[in-house]
């Protein structure tokens, strides 16, 4: 069994900040990458940040500059710090992980969401 909790949303006026984070639990042997996508009403889900177990990061064009994905191996969690919000960035945002357990089996998870509401 392996769950994502993520946490960190709310509300906040335009320009202001919030950091979202997500943890990953249960029988986990390796977690490759892990990324945040947003899915407002009506509309597909896409990816905002993605970023490998390397490191190497991955940023849709509407957020690069102000929004930064960064992990904590030791603790198997996923953080997206969202600088310089606007309103259109108003979202439920999703975290997945690519994770590997230690029945081997690799499968990529969802967290639940998370709301996010930027207001003008």
């Known amino acids: 069994q392996v769950q994502l909790v993520e946490s960190g949303g709310g509300l906040v006026q335009a320009g202001g900040s919030l950091r979202l984070s997500c943890a990953a639990s249960?029988?986990?042997?390796?977690?490759?990458?892990m990324g945040w996508y947003r899915q407002a009403p009506g509309k597909q889900r896409e990816l905002v940040a993605a970023i490998t177990s390397g490191s190497t990061t991955n940023y849709a064009d509407s957020v690069k500059g102000r929004f930064t994905i960064s992990r904590d191996n030791a603790k198997n969690t996923v953080y997206l710090q969202m600088n310089s919000l606007k309103p259109e960035d108003t979202n439920v945002y999703y975290c997945n992980a690519d994770i590997t357990t230690f029945g081997f089996h690799k499968f990529l998870y969802w967290g639940q969401g998370t709301q996010v509401t930027v207001s003008s």
């Open positions: 249960g029988t986990i042997f390796s977690i490759n990458a």
